[in-house]
């Protein structure tokens, strides 16, 4: 192991290659602005920053043209990616904003969030506050509504690329909330 003075260790790309190995999942942040759905896909995003209130987090780029017109919305629509939704992934990064859910099965909620059909879990949001950290954002979210769905494989990324997992559950919540984005 190197030792704690290694200039490797501040290195981007050592930096990069490190922060792929831990697993975390994909989710589609949405909303309808001025009608039209905009969408940031988050490799950042956390759950469990705090349960009462329910806070997430994610991390988003300065500059990000996404953001600044999605963080202006009333409510966002956060969708967890399910295993199946992964050759949808192109489609959501495209360079035309306008492209990114050709295609695709949304639904959207009298608030405006937006949503990916099939999610493995969605939660309706609210920025709760922003704060800069080093090249990005980290947005805290409020959860005002939310649901899962638990026969659907979540998306994740480790090691750069996209992944499944798949098991057997073994907590006593581990079930169907019932509940659909309204």
């Known amino acids: 192991m190197p030792t704690r003075t290694d200039p490797a260790r501040t290195d981007p790309a050592a930096v990069r290659s490190t922060f792929a190995r831990f697993p ?11 009608e039209a759905p905009v969408v940031v896909l988050a490799s950042s995003f956390q759950v469990g920053i705090s349960l009462t209130p329910p806070l997430v987090l994610f991390a ?22 399910a295993s199946a939704h992964r050759p ?24 405006g969030a937006h949503y990916l059909s099939g999610a493995a879990a969605w939660m309706e949001c609210s920025v ?11 947005v805290v979210l409020r959860v005002h509504d939310l649901g899962h769905a638990a026969d659907v494989d979540p998306l994740v990324w480790h090691g750069s690329t996209f992944r499944t997992l798949r098991g057997t559950a073994t907590s006593p919540d581990h079930e169907d909330s019932g509940r659909t984005p309204q």
Not at 69 to 78: K, N, W, Y
């Open 60 to 81: 988003v780029q300065h500059g990000s043209f996404s953001w600044s017109q999605l963080r202006t919305a009333p409510r966002i629509g956060v969708s967890v990616l």
């Open 88 to 111: 949808s992934v192109p489609t959501l990064t495209r360079k035309d904003l306008s492209a990114r859910f050709d295609g695709l099965e949304t639904e959207v909620a009298a608030t």
């Open 24 to 34: 975390s999942g994909v989710a589609a942040l949405s909303a309808l602005v001025h």
């Open 128 to 138: 709760h506050s922003e704060t800069a950290a080093g090249d990005h954002d980290v």
